[in-house]
C-alpha cells in the first residue's frame, strides 16, 4: 500500500535511549485538514541535535504545511509540537489541562527557529548587510554597530563579503539565498528550515547554496530540509523522509554517520528513495 518509495526503513525507528533524547524539534501527532481534505495526517517526526532530516515527496504531499506546523505559523488542527521539549504552544493548568500559550510567548519560541524558504526571503529596500542585521536590531534590540558587525561575519562567511551593501536586486538568486540564510543564522536559531532553497534558482546557482547548506550541516546545525536535490539529501541527511498525502511513508539513513565520513554505511533504503 505504501508504494515503492516504503522500501525505506518503515517507521517507527527504534533508538536507544528513547525517543526523545536530544530532541530540539519533535511533532507528535500532527494533523490537519483543508478544503475537507487531510494535508497533514498524524505526522511524529522527532529531530535531534546536530541532525540534518531531508524531506522529500511529490507536491503537495503536505511538506510545506508540515514545516510551518513546526513553528507554529500555520497550527495544526490536532497534535503538539514540542521545541527543545516544551510544548510550542500550549501549556499545562494546574489541573493538568492544555493552556493556549500567548501569542508573544509563541513568538519567542518561534524566532528560536530559523527559515528559509523558496523565495520572497529578503527585505527590497535593504542593503544585504541590513536584510541580516534587521532581526537582532528588532527583535532583540542589539545596538546598530553590534549587529551589523555580526552580520558582516556572516556575509562573509558565505563569501558574500562585498555584497553587503548591495540591495537584493542587485544579487544572483544564489547570493540573495545565501543572505537569507546569514540572516536566519544571525538570530542563532536552534534549528533551521528549508522549505526548497534551491527550486527557483537558475541551475548554475544551486550549487553555491546548497554547498553553503553542506556546510553548515557539516558545523554540527540542526537542519530540516525539503528539497527535491537527492544528491545533496544522499550526501548530508542524516535521515531522508519521505511524505505522501500528509504521511511520514518511508525513511531512510543514506549514512550511518555523516561526521565519520563513512559513506560505506549506506542504508538500502537510501537508493530504493533516490
Ligand atoms: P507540498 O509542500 O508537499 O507541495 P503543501 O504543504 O504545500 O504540499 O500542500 C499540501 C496540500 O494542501 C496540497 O494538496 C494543497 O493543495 C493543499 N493546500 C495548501 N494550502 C492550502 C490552502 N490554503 N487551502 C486549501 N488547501 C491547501
Ligand atoms: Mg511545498
Excluded: Y
Excluded at 490537519?32 to 522529500?56: A, S
Excluded at 528559509?116 to 542593503?127: D, E, G, I, Y
Excluded at 533551521?192 to 547554496?209: C, G, H, N, Q, R
Amino acid at each position: 500500500e505504501h508504494s515503492q518509495l516504503a522500501a525505506g526503513r518503515l517507521l517507527p525507528r527504534e533508538e536507544p535511549g528513547g525517543p526523545a533524547r536530544d530532541a530540539v524539534i519533535a511533532a507528535r501527532g500532527l494533523s490537519k485538514r483543508m478544503g475537507g481534505m487531510p494535508v497533514l495526517d498524524g505526522i511524529d517526526l522527532v529531530v535531534r541535535r546536530g541532525e540534518v532530516v531531508v524531506i522529500v515527496g511529490p507536491s503537495g504531499s503536505g511538506k510545506s504545511t508540515l514545516l510551518r506546523a513546526l513553528n507554529w505559523l500555520d497550527p495544526p488542527d490536532s497534535g503538539r509540537v514540542e521545541i527543545e521539549g516544551r510544548d510550542i504552544a500550549f501549556r499545562s493548568s494546574r489541573s493538568g489541562r492544555p493552556v493556549p500559550r500567548r501569542a508573544a510567548e509563541i513568538d519567542r519560541q518561534r524566532q528560536r527557529i530559523g527559515m528559509v524558504f523558496q523565495r520572497f526571503n529578503l527585505f527590497p529596500h535593504m542593503t544585504a548587510c541590513d536584510n541580516v542585521a534587521v532581526g537582532l536590531r528588532r527583535l532583540r534590540g542589539t545596538k546598530m554597530q553590534a549587529a551589523r558587525a555580526r552580520a558582516l561575519d556572516l556575509l562573509a562567511r558565505f563569501g558574500l563579503q562585498d555584497k553587503a551593501a548591495a540591495f537584493p536586486h542587485e544579487l544572483s538568486g544564489g547570493q540573495r539565498q545565501r543572505v537569507a540564510i546569514a540572516r536566519a543564522l544571525a538570530m542563532d536559531p536552534i534549528a533551521l528550515l528549508f522549505d526548497e532553497p534551491t527550486s527557483a534558482l537558475d541551475p548554475e546557482t544551486v550549487k553555491e547554496v546548497l554547498d553553503a547548506m553542506e556546510d553548515l550541516a557539516r558545523t554540527g546545525t540542526t537542519m530540516i530540509v525539503v528539497t527535491h536535490e537527492l544528491g545533496f539529501a544522499r550526501r548530508v541527511a542524516d535521515r531522508i523522509v519521505v511524505m505522501e498525502q500528509g504521511r511520514i511513508v518511508a525513511e531512510a539513513s543514506p549514512r550511518s554517520d555523516r561526521r565519520k565520513g563513512d559513506e560505506a554505511a549506506a542504508a538500502p533504503g537510501a537508493a530504493a528513495i533516490a
